[in-house]
């Protein structure tokens, strides 16, 4: 603890400013908080040093690989998972509450099992293909993070899983199918959950909503197939979902900038939003008849239902705990362009024009809500959501040159002007 905390603490005490059991409280808070900070950085080190040995260690064999025999190759490989394991039942039976031994020895041993599954098939010449590899290394990893409840091993698995669905579903054809993801996600979601109700791992879960927002976002795509243009509704229902989850209990601790499920939820509305309010993306969408009744039957509008009923059923618990009826407009606006795109099937005016409607309501309700609330950061991303429309019908609308610069210019100003408002309000109330 500082030494200037101390005396600042004994001068308020002495002062009878504050009391002896306060100034004991506020010492045993830093005291912990110090403690705190020492084991996080003793365990991004250990994470560290346990990857670069691990690393190190097969570096060291491959430069001798090809001199080596196959029984000594096939030794060597099990033996880097041997040596793993034996660390690992150390650090169960000795370190269990050590978490920086625990995510040390659980990242040597996932990365020991991918090194032992691609050494033994190279040197048996076992056939496969690198998304039959991640989904072997993601099945044998994932016991690894509750035996040893390690979330950085958790956070590779969920980074692993991710990289298998791309390489299956986007890069190549893999011999498996994509749809095994989903499985694989269920399979680390009691331990998510359990990390989001604890409190003293708040950076790992921080992470881990990062990481699973982001990964299921990618995923969800693979659906795409023959009547992919129900993604797009299918997508904005998900972020619907993101920004409603990013509103519970769980999530309201995290500050705004790290909440992963609004942040994305935000973004991923807005930007879908933006797409639609070209008039060629619903010609695209719309250009051939396609039967309403064919799409109902399509696994896409299945997904698209499916996310569809999550969302509204989340937003209507949502208003039963906190009895509001009216909240942030981006959860809602999942229904507002369900019913637009149906309505796409008939004509395309009626939803490019309220579209852009909606994209203007949302820009004018952030900068309503910043300056209500004096938030410079919720003040200019409306300012952003209007430039960002405007930047848009920059390239979409046909207006002169110089109606386009009065319109940028004007933009600009209001910038200016909203911005020095908010720090005088600002500076006359501080």
């Not at 912990?32 to 040093?49: A, D, I, P, W």
């Not at 011999?175 to 989001?196: D, K, Q, R, T």
Request: glycine share 8%; charged share 10%.
């Amino acid at each position: 603890m500082k030494k200037q905390l101390l005396r600042d603490l004994a001068e308020l005490e002495h002062a009878s400013v504050i009391t002896p059991d306060i100034a004991t409280s506020i010492k045993q808070y830093y005291t912990q908080k110090e403690v705190n900070s020492g084991n996080r950085l003793l365990t991004v080190f250990g994470v560290l040093g346990a990857c670069l040995v691990g690393l190190g260690i097969i570096l060291i064999i491959a430069h001798n690989w090809d001199d080596l025999g196959r029984l000594l190759k096939t030794t060597l490989a099990f033996s880097l998972l041997v040596t793993g394991q034996l660390i690992a039942v150390y650090v169960i039976l000795k370190k269990r509450d050590s978490v920086a031994w625990r995510e040390s020895a659980a990242t040597f041993l996932f990365f020991a099992i991918g090194a032992c599954i691609s050494l033994v098939s190279q040197i048996y010449h076992i056939p496969g293909n690198l998304s039959s590899f991640l989904l072997t290394w993601s099945l044998l990893g994932l016991p690894v993070v509750y035996l040893l409840h390690s979330s950085m091993v958790s956070l590779l698995y969920v980074g692993g899983i991710t990289w298998f669905v791309c390489e299956t579903e986007y890069w190549s054809h893999g011999l498996v199918s994509g749809h095994f993801y989903w499985l694989l996600l269920a399979g680390i979601i009691p331990y998510y959950i359990n990390l989001l109700r604890t409190p003293s791992e708040g950076n790992f879960a921080i992470f881990h909503n990062w990481f699973v927002v982001l990964s299921v976002t990618i995923s969800l795509g693979i659906f795409g197939k023959s009547e992919e243009q129900w993604l797009f509704p299918a997508y904005m229902s998900l972020f619907g979902i993101f920004n409603v989850l990013g509103q519970f209990l769980l999530f309201t601790s995290i500050k705004r900038r790290t909440n992963a499920f609004l942040i994305i939820g935000s973004l991923g509305t807005l930007v879908l939003l933006l797409i639609t309010s070209f008039d060629g993306v619903w010609v695209d969408i719309f250009g051939e008849e396609r039967a309403l009744s064919y799409s109902v039957s399509s696994p896409e509008f299945i997904v698209f239902t499916a996310l569809t009923a999550g969302a509204m059923f989340l937003l209507v618990r949502k208003y039963q705990l906190k009895k509001q009826l009216l909240g942030n407009p981006m959860e809602i606006v999942f229904v507002v362009f369900a019913v637009l795109f149906l309505i796409g099937h008939f004509t395309a005016i009626i939803p490019l024009v309220l579209v852009n409607l909606v994209i203007l309501m949302i820009g004018l309700y952030y900068i309503s809500y910043g300056t209500r609330e004096n938030h410079l950061g919720l003040l200019n991303y409306g300012l952003l959501i209007l430039t960002a429309l405007v930047v848009c019908r920059f390239f979409d609308a046909d207006i002169s040159f110089v109606l386009r610069g009065l319109l940028f210019i004007t933009v600009g100003i209001g910038f200016f002007v909203a911005n020095l408002r908010m720090l005088k309000k600002r500076k006359n109330h501080g």
